[in-house]
């Protein structure tokens, strides 16, 4: 049964896919699902097909300028800075930012290597020195990878004169304080307005 074990490899390279689940899910779709499957199949064979990077902003684009960076009614004084094209589309979902972004592909992370060209901080800069970016938001996670990637990249975007900001951290909406990690609680209180 050598497919339905490529099957479950191939499950088994996704994030929070283990052995077991990779099994589980191949087996229910042979057993279960094969219309699912074959619309999985497809879905990927579609995507790998027609899915590219936007040559400005670097997230997922069907042609070589993507929807959102081709649209005349967003701010082009406002850059969002995030690290992949999820993290994009996230934002874009809260409705709440029409400015453009810039996706890194990843964040910087000494312990693998990964410095800052890794992570296209030339590109970065050369696109929020255009001449019309006024503010650049850094929009990286909150980890230890994210916090160097934001500290490196404010820095060398501070250097050339521009705004540079952070997303506000703390407390989430609907939450119990007794609830809350220490660490978030610490940078909500410092972070107060």
């Known amino acids: 049964?050598?497919?339905?074990?490529?099957?479950?490899?191939?499950l088994r390279k996704l994030p929070g896919i283990g052995p077991k689940s990779a099994q589980r899910i191949a087996y229910h779709l042979l057993q279960h699902d094969r219309a699912a499957a074959a619309q999985l199949a497809a879905g990927l064979t579609a995507a790998l097909d027609q899915v590219q990077t936007c040559t400005r902003c670097h997230g997922f684009a069907e042609s070589p300028v993507c929807a959102v960076c081709l649209d005349a009614q967003r701010d082009p004084a406002l850059l969002c800075?995030?690290?992949?094209?999820?993290?994009?589309?996230?934002?874009?979902?809260?409705?709440?930012?029409?400015?453009?972004?810039?996706?890194?592909g990843g964040r910087v992370s000494p312990l693998d290597g990964r410095g800052p060209r890794d992570v296209g901080a030339e590109a970065l800069l050369a696109r929020a020195g255009d001449g019309r970016v006024a503010e650049v938001i850094l929009a990286t996670s909150f980890t230890a990878e994210g916090e160097a990637t934001a500290y490196l990249l404010g820095e060398a975007l501070k250097a050339r004169g521009l705004k540079v900001s952070r997303l506000a951290r703390g407390v989430p909406i609907g939450a119990e304080l007794e609830y809350v990690d220490l660490g978030t609680l610490a940078?909500?209180?410092?972070d107060r307005r």
């Not at 800075?81 to 709440?96: N, T």
Request: proline share 3%; net charge negative.
């Open 1 to 10: 049964m050598a497919a339905l074990d490529h099957l479950v490899d191939a």
């Open 81 to 104: 800075v995030v690290e992949s094209p999820a993290d994009q589309a996230v934002i874009e979902r809260s409705g709440s930012y029409r400015g453009y972004y810039f996706v890194l």
């Open 187 to 190: 940078h909500a209180l410092a």
